[in-house]
């Protein structure tokens, strides 16, 4: 079977090296659609904008992001994983190939690339 297009190429030698990757999910929606809406919109303090944005922003990841969290939390042996309402992402930790394959079968899901963490030096 060919390897889907929505995994990115060094996430693949990761996993043929490593066996497991932590990795970031994006999704076909993305969050500057709700920031341009909220930004074109009156609110009657900065208070209640927040408080509007982090909805409807929740409300985004809660929809687009729902086959993909029930595939992860019904699979044995269990998954870790994190979803980020606040980026539209969902961060698997220590993912294998066939987890990668399964939710790039997911048609909301955009890309699958590997985590990139940085070192501040002091």
Not at 33 to 60: A, C, H, P, W, Y
């Amino acid at each position: 079977m060919a390897q889907s297009p929505k995994i990115d190429a060094a996430l693949s030698q990761t996993l043929a090296s490593k066996g497991v990757a932590t990795v970031v999910v994006s999704f076909n929606l993305e969050t500057q659609q709700v920031l341009d809406q909220i930004n074109g919109m009156t609110f009657s303090n900065r208070g209640d904008k927040t408080t509007f944005m982090k909805t409807e922003l929740e409300k985004l990841a809660a929809t687009n992001q729902k086959n993909v969290l029930e595939l992860l939390q019904n699979r044995s042996p269990a998954v870790q994983f994190k979803s980020m309402w606040i980026s539209n992402q969902v961060i698997i930790n220590n993912a294998t190939k066939e987890v990668v394959e399964s939710v790039a079968n997911v048609p909301e899901v955009t890309t699958i690339r590997e985590e990139h963490t940085a070192t501040i030096m002091q």
